[in-house]
């Protein structure tokens, strides 16, 4: 039977190859959402290349039948005037660890602003809003939801680039693998972890007050979510606490087609009642560092000891970058546009309010004000595609097959060197593990261990609520949003992704094995199979 995605051409948008990123975004954007995301994206990204002196200038983005296809532009080396100009700051980039300044500027002025307007925004109850005031409210969360991909990206390159200067030097150096490379990153990055001190209070608090699932038993999860909050006990002050934590961020995903975690009630009660086994998480196991260490030579161990130090405190700006900025922003335009949909379906210009998601801003706006719209037929048509369009059916490449990477060889060597990082980083980020033939199913080992456990196969972060405590999440690739469900799961496995994966990084710091970038878990593993996860070879078994 032929699919729905296989329905449409797909055309390359322009000149060159065209990359589809399943790793970021598996599943078509909205068109809204692309229209926020377009140019901050390149804009952010842009600016950060030129800052540390890459000869990489950004990727520029298309929509191909709602997939995001990525072209990469470099700097033109005709441009003699902006080629020796980047020379100039990646040597200063390399002589003033320039990584640090930005690491600063996070702290100091963008982290602190991005949740002050995020904050701000999300304390508005748009149901109360009448036309011309929510019309001014969803321009502004849509206004507000770029500039949280613009932030998110000027800060890509220092928080890839001292991971990849480690990696490739130690890697150099020593040998070994990746994962045995990245391990003695955990802990560098507490914000992967979720909400985990908010977790562990309720945690606390429910013992205290002897509670647990079977006080609540027949009850909705909203309903008993709903009580625990209104409680003027430590426990309620503790729920609430946690629920305002998380806020209306996305529970996965990049798109405002995905969840905030607020509604998925069975996975956030679900979390609730694991957090009575919650332990405060430890940093990085000394066992690890003294591995890698130990297999560098001597003349280059206190090289070692720099980078990985440099490595490790930048590490949290990878996922800070995205929790504080585009994941929020991005929660609080959804919750507009649904507030948009609810008046449109009352009005009878749309059949449900999730339609609203796949109708433009121009589109929304003119429809509030009483105006033209798409007819109600096409607007649910766009929603059915966004929903039933597979990435098995989508080229991952348009236009002209991809070229090598250009050789290093000739440049000055600090143009190499942060090259070199940059490229390394991107490679774990992005590189699947080789595939193999049948069905086999191995991916890169990212965090070491065995568990065996329930296959969850989870498509869209909407079905979070179908997780159960100990089921092992198996999906296509994940943001750093989705670490709102690690406290019920017992193993990850991901089709997408490298070592370097947000799926990565919260594992690692979480400490349950996790294998990336299989390429057909989700094909070959059934929902409710028996599986085993060697979080230390990359081999997922369906028992």
Known sequence: MTSIATRRPYVSPGPGTWEQDSTHVPRPMTSLMFEAFREPFSK??????????????HLEPAQVNNFV???KAGVDPEN??????????ARNALESKLWFEDLERWDTEYKPDSIHRNRKLEAVAVEHLDTQPFIEHLIAARDNAAEMVYRHHIFTIPAVIPTGRYL?????????????????????????????????????ALAEAQIGPNDFSGSAAAATLAALKQRQDRLGAAVRAYLYAIGMRLAGGYDIADPCAVELPEMLLGSIWASKDATKRAGSEDVAVTRVRDAVPGQHREQFDELLATARRMNRLRDERGIYNDT???GILRHAVLESGRRLSAAGDIDTAENALDLTLDEQVAMLRGGQGPAKSEASERTAWRRTASLADVPPILGEPAAPPPPLDGLPPDVREMMRAFGTALGELFAPAPE???ATIVGKPVSPGIYIGTARIVHHPEEFDRLRQGDVLVTASTSP?????????GAIVTDRGGQLSHAAIVAREYGIPAVVGTLKATLLIKDGDRVRVDGSTGRVEVL
């Not at 693998?177 to 977790?199: F, M, N, T, W, Y």
Request: without cysteine.
């Open 168 to 204: 490739a030097s130690a890697a150099e150096w020593t040998g070994l693998a990746a994962d045995l490379l990245l391990a003695p990153l955990k802990g560098s990055s507490p914000v992967s972890l979720g909400a985990h001190d908010e977790l562990l209070e309720v945690g606390a």
């Open 481 to 489: 949003a989705f670490n709102v469900v690690l406290p019920l799961l």
């Open 69 to 71: 296809y990525y072209r």
């Open 80 to 89: 003699h005037e902006e080629v020796g100009r980047r020379f100039d700051a």
């Open 44 to 57: 952010g990204f842009r600016e950060g290349t030129a800052r540390y002196g890459l000869l990489f200038s």
């Open 328 to 330: 929020w922003g991005t």
């Open 436 to 438: 193999m033939p049948g």
